[in-house]
């Protein structure tokens, strides 16, 4: 690992771990993400890469679209997804978390908390990463 790439690994170490759980759960909820938390992309396989975005399109699906009626089938089978306990197929719910250091008790207590707010009360994110889930 070169000099550069090792001092943002560390960067990024230590700027985050400072973050504590109702920040981190406001930064997930609202789509924002720091700029030191993101990943360089480079250090990811294609497989993680696929792995995360499968992660991001279910989660950003149930956030923005958990009460509308015209996605009620792929909401369901988003929150099936999320719900099983399956650790044998390499992209299910659980092996995607534990490839991203997730706990699975902590990313389903965020999508239950989405699904609990009546969608008149739902604040969508105004930022440009609003995709980032």
Known sequence: MSIHTEANANHRDSTTSHLDLPELEHLLASGQILASQQPIQSEWSPCKKLAVAVLASALVEVRDHAHDQSYERRIQEDLEWIESDDAEWPFSFVRICELMNLETAWVRT???GWIAVP?????RPVTPYRQAA
């Open 110 to 112: 965020m999508v239950d």
């Open 119 to 123: 969608p008149s009360q739902r604040k």
